[in-house]
């Protein structure tokens, strides 16, 4: 597990370090300036021509302290000082003393810089003191510095781009590699700021342990030995061991979804997978996955008793219940999640057309018009505790009744609406799902690119199932999921490529996940 801070928290870490520890802050710059120089050094030639460009603030100040580092070592460097002077902060000041001393070429005016001269550039405008959008001149450095062809290293933060959120502030550098410090930052794991990143470099610039775990922090990624959280699977056992999930999905035709949900349930460990569907795509799930055990409902005699005793039974003998995929947004399929909901006292994974539906019915209370707060009530208030949702934006937005943009722009912001007062887990979906309950914020940092095509998302609702089905809780299986989920993606695109790879590939990479294989 790695912890992830924003600006504020990796402020406090510095402050402790510096004001609490002694350290001073000369020492941290100098540290931070080696590892960015050693970074370099890895890629870089004594031809190289390197360009440092520098802010005002303390990033400034670590690229300052490089550029006297690299003319140490004997490479040609210049400096573009483009913070305003009369802003230096006492520790940048210093390090620009000892410049002149040396008596290094400094630039002052973007006129005066042919970036064309430069084979190589350092990007120490602004870390993780960006405050605002970035604008005028230095937003015509940075649009310079996009333009230029050779390597770009970014001290701590790619220049714009905010360490608490990774949104772009104005205009933002789009670095090749960047070189952070102490931890990683929020900003650097979410989009689009992970792109800008390029390849992220994480250094140790001296802060003691107890500086960073001074500093409490509700973000934090899982890494490889993380799965070592996979649930234990006794020796003396039987299918009865491992659980039983009911999947109930698959509107005519739409066989598909539950397939996949049923295939991931039972390639992630699940005993049992039971699937509630209509009859027409009996013989089509019989023929592809005869492990799974087929209910069959009738849309149409809903109302009689038989169809919900059926209901009823097959609620009663699941340990957690999968709604929604393939499902469609009918009356019908209304009335049977109606049902289930009614019935059951496990957890619930609420996906797709379950959250549609949920969606469309909120949309019929003139009261509930762009009331998130009211709808998201209701959802804590008919869902059995543990439940999790796991919408994608757009299907969020429909649930919040919010524009998609706003969600998207504002993801951590939504995540904490979402988890205000209610016992539910929430998986939103994006490039960088975020996994949210009560304070805590997972955020995911497997997957790829590939897995944005049809069926993924059915297949995440069967790895869930199969957690909570073995006995996690429903939090830790959301977070764990997620991440198993993103690196069969990544076997996927390993074996296929991210172009044809399909969902069942991503099934397909589990069995290298699960068998320690990666
Ligand atoms: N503290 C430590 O101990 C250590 C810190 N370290 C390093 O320091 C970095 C943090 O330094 P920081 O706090 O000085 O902030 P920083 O990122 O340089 O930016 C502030 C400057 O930018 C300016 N500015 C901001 N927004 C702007 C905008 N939109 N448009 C224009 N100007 C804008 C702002 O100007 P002002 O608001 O004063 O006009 C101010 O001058 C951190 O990322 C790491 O690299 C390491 O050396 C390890 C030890
Ligand atoms: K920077």
Redesign the pocket.
């Known amino acids: 597990m790695k912890k992830l801070v924003n600006?504020k928290q990796?402020?406090a870490i510095?402050?402790y370090?510096?004001h609490t520890i002694g350290i001073p802050?000369l020492v941290?710059?100098e540290?931070?300036?080696y590892s960015v120089v050693s970074c370099m050094e890895k890629s870089i030639s004594k031809e190289d021509i390197i360009l440092v460009v520098c802010?005002?603030?303390?990033?400034?100040?670590?690229?300052l302290?490089a550029a006297r580092i690299l003319l140490n070592r004997g490479y040609q460097v210049d400096v573009f000082l483009a913070?305003?002077p009369a802003?230096?902060?006492e520790?940048?000041a210093t390090q620009l003393k000892i410049l002149e001393n040396l008596e290094m070429v400094i630039w002052n005016h973007l006129e005066e810089v042919n970036f064309a001269n430069y084979t190589i550039l350092v990007d120490?405008?602004?870390?993780?003191?960006?405050?605002?959008?970035?604008?005028?001149e230095?937003a015509a450095v940075i649009a310079e510095m996009n333009t230029h062809e050779g390597i770009i290293f970014a001290?701590?933060?790619p220049?714009?781009i905010s360490?608490d959120d990774g949104k772009v502030?104005?205009t933002a550098v789009r670095a090749d590699y960047t070189v952070?410090?102490?931890e990683e930052k929020v900003g650097q794991i979410l989009f689009p700021g992970s792109e800008y990143c390029g390849t992220l470099v994480v250094t140790d610039?001296g802060f003691p342990p107890s500086a960073v775990d001074s500093v409490a922090s509700e973000f934090y990624r899982y890494e490889k030995m993380d799965l070592a959280r996979l649930p234990w699977r006794r020796a003396y056992s039987n299918k009865g061991t491992f659980g039983r999930v009911l999947i109930v999905a698959g509107a005519k035709n739409m066989s598909g979804a539950a397939y996949l949900s049923a295939l991931a349930a039972y390639r992630t460990g699940a005993g049992l997978v039971e699937i509630m569907t209509v009859e027409s795509n009996r013989l089509i799930l019989q023929g592809q996955l005869p492990e799974a055990i087929l209910t069959t409902i009738n849309p149409d005699l809903l109302d009689t008793t038989e169809e919900k005793e059926k209901i009823k039974q097959a609620v009663g003998r699941s340990d957690v219940i999968v709604m929604g995929p393939g499902l469609g947004v009918s009356d019908k399929a209304k009335k049977v999640l109606d049902f289930v909901t009614l019935y059951a006292q496990v957890p619930l994974i609420v996906d797709a057309d379950a959250i549609n539906i949920a969606a469309r019915y909120f949309n019929t209370f003139p009261l509930m018009r762009g009331n998130t707060c009211l709808r998201l009530n209701e959802l804590n208030n008919s869902l059995p505790k543990g439940t999790i949702l796991t919408p994608h934006l757009l299907e969020l937005a429909r649930l919040m009744d919010q524009p998609a943009s706003d969600i998207q722009d504002n993801l951590l912001k939504t995540a904490d609406s979402c988890t205000k007062d209610t016992d539910l887990v929430y998986v939103l979906k994006d490039a960088r799902s975020v996994v949210a309950y009560e304070d805590e914020r997972y955020l995911n940092y497997s997957g790829n690119n590939g897995m944005a095509t049809a069926g993924t998302g059915d297949v995440l609702t069967g790895i869930l199932a199969a957690l909570i089905a073995q006995g996690m809780d429903s939090f830790e299986a959301a977070k764990l999921g997620v991440y198993i989920h993103g690196l069969a993606g990544d076997v996927a695109a390993a074996k296929k490529n991210r172009y044809s790879m399909i969902a069942s590939d991503v099934v397909n990479g589990l069995e290298d996940v699960l068998g320690g294989m990666i």
């Open positions: 600006s990796m402020k510095d402050a370090a510096i802050p941290l710059m540290n931070a300036a802010g005002s603030g303390n990033n400034g100040g670590d690229g302290a913070g305003n802003h230096l902060s520790e940048t120490a405008l602004f870390g993780i003191g960006l405050e605002r959008d970035i604008e005028d230095q001290v701590d933060m220049s714009g360490a502030k104005g952070t410090f102490g610039i």
